[in-house]
Nanobody
Framework: VQLQASGGGLVQAGGSLRLSCVAS????????MGWFRQTPGKEREFVAT??????YYADSVKGRFTISRDYAKNTVYLQMNSLKSEDTAVYYC????????????????WGQGTQVTVSS
């Protein structure tokens, strides 16, 4: 499975961005998909994940971010609203074969990352 993330950019605090992650390869729609983020000097942290029908969010983004997937387009989205300066990070999409996990080491495939910068 190959993952291609896009949609990052510079936005003011309180604004919105939508990240996209296009999956290609062998049966990408069968995978659990996740979004993680990382800032310099810190470990990669969980943001959101989606199975075929269930979503989970980190407490820090709950109520502001929404993860969704379009099976016809093999694409997973992360809609980010009410952005805060602490949301600034490189965002990565990831895929794992099955089941839910909040830990990056449990994901098998990774996209290249897209930078999100929120100015205060």
């Amino acid at each position: 499975v190959q993952l291609q993330a896009s949609g990052g950019g510079l936005v003011q605090a309180g604004g919105s961005l939508r990240l996209s992650c296009v999956a290609s390869g062998r049966t990408p729609n069968a995978y659990t998909m996740g979004w993680f983020r990382q800032t310099p000097g810190k470990e990669r942290e969980f943001v959101a994940t989606i199975t075929r029908s269930t979503t989970y969010y980190a407490d820090s983004v709950k109520g502001r971010f929404t993860i969704s997937r379009d099976y016809a387009k093999n694409t997973v989205y992360l809609q980010m609203n009410s952005l805060k300066s602490e949301d600034t990070a490189v965002y990565y999409c990831a895929a794992r074969l099955s089941g839910t996990s909040f830990y990056p080491q449990h994901y098998n495939y990774w996209g290249q990352g897209t930078q999100v910068t929120v100015s205060s």
